[in-house]
Antibody, heavy 119, light 107 residues
Framework: EVQLVESGGGLVQPGGSLRLPCEASGFTFSSYAMSWVRQAPGKGLEWVSTISASGGSTFYANSVKGRFTISRDNSRNTLYVQMNSLRAEDTAVYYC????????????WGQGTLVTVSS | DIQMTQSPSTLSASVGDRVTITCRASQSISNSLAWYQQKPGKAPKLLIYKASSLESGVPSRFSGSGSGTEFTLTINSLQPDDFATYYCQLYNDYYRTFGQGTRVEIK
């Protein structure tokens, strides 16, 4: 069974940093591109970042470029996002998602972890 | 950047109704469109990809159509489990853009 489990969310002050891990199981993690998608409270979905299966290519939304870094450790089956210079508008539930090889879309998602940026 | 606009924002319907949600792209995206369903407090679920291909395990009452700039998601014979928020999503290589969502509520 495919499982994605995010952790690491919490309250952080504006300007602060946080790293979120997403542990994957039930599939060959190193064969799939992975992404982060976020959802501000009561708002819609926003794609944040994607990393290729090997980790050699990364892509970011303009809203986080230069502040967030996506990475992965294929030996640990874990996806990460390092979030720096956090702003109030980064407050959201952060989901990790697997990019399907057949449809190129997000076929499995984690349960999400809430990041709150506030003083 | 390509913008995705969904309509309506909210839709009131009854069990058994046929429901149609529209998604418009600010420029042609061929058929690079997906639809997701999200229930409160849950992660989204992929329903449709490539504008009209049904994801495995998704009931056949869901269908998608369109190409270019205008797309539709149709739910035939709305079921109680279908009351949720639906998002369209453009995909382009590794980049993704979501529409703002359409909430389907009970009439």
């Amino acid at each position: 069974e495919v499982q994605l489990v995010e952790s690491g969310g919490g309250l952080v002050q504006p300007g602060g940093s946080l790293r979120l891990p997403c542990e994957a199981s039930g599939f060959t993690f190193s064969s799939y591109a992975m992404s982060w998608v976020r959802q501000a409270p009561g708002k819609g979905l926003e794609w944040v970042s994607t990393i290729s299966a090997s980790g050699g290519s990364t892509f970011y939304a303009n809203s986080v470029k230069g502040r967030f870094t996506i990475s992965r450790d294929n030996s640990r089956n874990t996806l990460y996002v390092q979030m720096n210079s956090l702003r109030a508008e980064d407050t959201a539930v952060y989901y990790c998602a697997r990019k399907s090889q057949s449809s190129s879309n997000f076929d499995y998602w984690g349960q999400g972890t809430l990041v709150t940026v506030s003083s | 950047d390509i913008q995705m606009t969904q309509s309506p924002s909210t839709l009131s319907a009854s069990v058994g109704d046929r429901v149609t949600i529209t998604c418009r792209a600010s420029q042609s995206i061929s058929n690079s469109l997906a639809w997701y369903q999200q229930k409160p407090g849950k992660a989204p679920k992929l329903l449709i990809y490539k504008a009209s291909s049904l994801e495995s395990g998704v009931p056949s009452r869901f269908s998608g159509s369109g190409s270019g700039t205008e797309f539709t998601l149709t739910i035939n014979s709305l079921q109680p489990d279908d009351f949720a928020t639906y998002y369209c999503q453009l995909y382009n290589d590794y980049y993704r853009t979501f529409g703002q969502g359409t909430r389907v509520e009970i009439k």
